[in-house]
């Protein structure tokens, strides 16, 4: 097995995730199979009981892993399925070592950071890399994987010395280090400066790893003086030298690998040159070609929790970009707060209130994405009214397809504290409940996870001709709430229709409105599956029903 490791310095938050995924789809592109692994040093198990404030999303693969956003990007870049183990964290580790302890595996011995924390690390890496994760059979060629954090970072120090055992154990042909780092330009001189990224070198090499690539990020191309200085002073040849630049997309970033020869130095350090291919990144190139020509725009109103920080929602973020470019479009993404539409933020926030519900009625199409709580919990149901009432394409994604629920069973059925008893314990028309296996207890790992067969009902509808199949689709799941059995008769007699059920035929997972040109709830997050050259179809009809609902305003008018 050969490895890519990328490592990162200066500061957190340089992209290090794209970096890794476009490192992988260059060597992809030549010929090899490519894996990855990321390393979160945090001592969470994993990423499923963080606040989406405080880390982006939780990524959810089919093996019902929560994980960092991270294995989202190597998913959509390299169009592979990874597992829960190719997310290693801190809490896992230790969780890992203290069972054999407790078993009595160590035979009595002093259990230690080193050798033990430091063993277990390799031998996860090892075991994971090993994992085929495109389809085919036996391991693949190289194993790209990501270091959290940033050098430095006391939590990260175990790692860091595993890493550099494994680097040993393994040898030179088959270890490449690539590290991450910024070159900032101070507003009065206005000279890209290197004495960050050289400090952030010198602490790696006293780590006992010295990278082989350096990866510059900067937001403009860097000189080739500011080159030579990197190379001088981090001891890393000039050829060698990387620079990331800011770009108009994220599809611009292997090809910029690309012109720079990044595959040559790491097929050269692993000793891959025969074995390898030249780069065939022509679909990478027409698809940010197309990106970056589009003119025509899709006004998509996200009303959700958690606009404040856009990474809470990446994937879906993805999706619809995956989607608006299929569909010739230029995704427009007006974010908004969910609480600001509500009757409430009309007295306290009047201002926040009338820009949200003109955002809201300027859309072309409406999005209610997933979360958890109360908050915003109304204004997102008043956005589903709007769209339902006024004939706008909505998409609710699962608190959003629940959010059309309570809705159409206040609105509709005239059941005004129907609600879910997520929201209202008390509530005496509950259409949404809890999941009878779920945990009262316990927050991590307790929900429904990963991906489930959704049996659709009847291959009249919009969801059936969209997946292209009469029978089922198979979809990934995030929830511990469900649509109540019990009041599924009396909303499907009032006109809304469950066309996907899951295999027991008691649990909801697909809503439409056969009366409305597009309205569609999903309890499974169609986000995870979506990828550049296949976008989830769920989003693209969306797309499709904007451009003909427009040329009808514009023949009305």
Not at 118 to 127: G, L, Q
Not at 140 to 160: Q, R
Not at 445 to 473: H, N, W
Request: glycine share 8%.
């Amino acid at each position: 097995m050969k490895y890519v490791l990328i490592s990162g310095g200066v500061v957190s938050g340089l992209g290090k995730g794209v970096t890794a995924s476009s490192i992988g789809v260059v060597l992809k592109a030549c010929g090899l199979r490519v894996t990855s692994i990321k390393i979160d040093p945090y001592l969470n198990i994993d990423a499923g009981t963080m606040s989406p404030f405080e880390h982006g999303e939780v990524f959810v693969l089919d093996d019902g892993g929560e994980v960092d956003l991270d294995l989202g990007n190597y998913e959509r870049f390299l169009d592979v399925t990874l597992t829960k183990d190719n997310n290693i964290t801190t809490g896992k580790i230790y969780q890992s070592v203290l069972e054999k302890e407790r078993k009595g595996d160590y035979l009595g011995k002093t259990v230690q950071v080193v050798p033990h924390i430091t063993d277990a690390i390799k031998d996860w890496i090892e075991s994971v890399a090993v994992i085929p994760v495109d389809g085919k059979e036996g391991p693949a060629d190289v194993c790209v994987i990501e270091l959290g954090g940033t050098v430095g970072d006391i939590e990260s120090m175990p790692f860091i010395e595993a890493l550099r055992q494994l680097s040993f154990q393994v040898g030179p042909d088959n270890f490449c280090l690539i590290h991450v780092s910024l070159i900032p330009v101070l507003g009065v001189v206005g000279e890209q400066k290197t004495k960050p990224t050289q400090h952030s070198v010198r602490e790696l090499r006293a780590l006992g790893l010295t990278p082989h690539l350096l990866t510059s990020r900067s937001a403009e191309p860097l000189l080739e003086s500011t080159k030579e200085k990197l190379s001088k002073f981090c001891h890393v040849p000039i050829e060698n030298i990387l620079n990331i630049h800011d770009v108009p997309n994220i599809w611009h970033i292997p090809l910029l690998l690309r012109n720079q020869n990044a595959h040559h130095s790491i097929l050269q350090q692993l000793n891959l040159l025969n074995q390898a291919t030249a780069p065939d990144l022509q679909q990478w190139t027409e698809m940010a070609e197309t990106f970056d020509s589009l003119t025509e725009s899709v006004r998509i109103a996200m009303v959700g929790k958690y606009v404040g920080l856009t990474d809470s929602y990446l994937s879906v973020v993805k999706a619809l970009l995956h989607a608006c470019v299929a569909r010739s479009f230029k995704p427009s993404i007006d974010w908004i707060a969910a609480s600001d539409l509500e009757d409430e933020s009309a007295k306290s926030t009047p201002e926040a209130h009338a820009a949200a519900w003109t955002t809201l009625k300027s859309a072309d199409c409406v999005l209610v994405p997933g979360g958890f709580g109360d908050r915003g919990v109304r204004g997102m149901m008043l956005a589903a009214k709007y769209a339902r009432e006024n004939n706008v394409p909505y998409l609710g994604i699962c608190l959003g397809m629940q959010i059309s629920v309570i809705e159409f069973a206040r609105s509709v059925l005239g059941w005004e504290k129907a609600n879910s008893v997520e929201f209202d314990a008390q509530t005496p028309n509950p259409v949404v409940i809890f999941m009878p296996e779920g945990s009262r207890t316990h927050m991590g790992s307790t929900m429904r996870l990963g991906s489930r067969r959704t049996l659709l009902q009847t291959s009249d509808c919009i969801t059936s001709k969209l997946y292209g199949s009469s029978e089922y689709v198979d979809e990934r799941h995030r929830h511990r709430y469900e649509v109540n059995p019990d009041v599924i008769g009396t909303l499907e007699e009032a006109g809304l229709q469950f066309v996907g059920k899951d295999e027991s035929g008691k649990r909801m997972e697909i809503l439409e409105l056969p009366s409305h040109p597009f309205y569609v709830g999903v309890q499974f997050h169609p986000e995870f599956k979506s990828r550049p050259a296949r976008p989830s179809a769920l989003f693209l009809v969306a797309s499709k029903l904007n451009r003909k609902r427009r040329k009808n305003e514009v023949i009305r008018t």
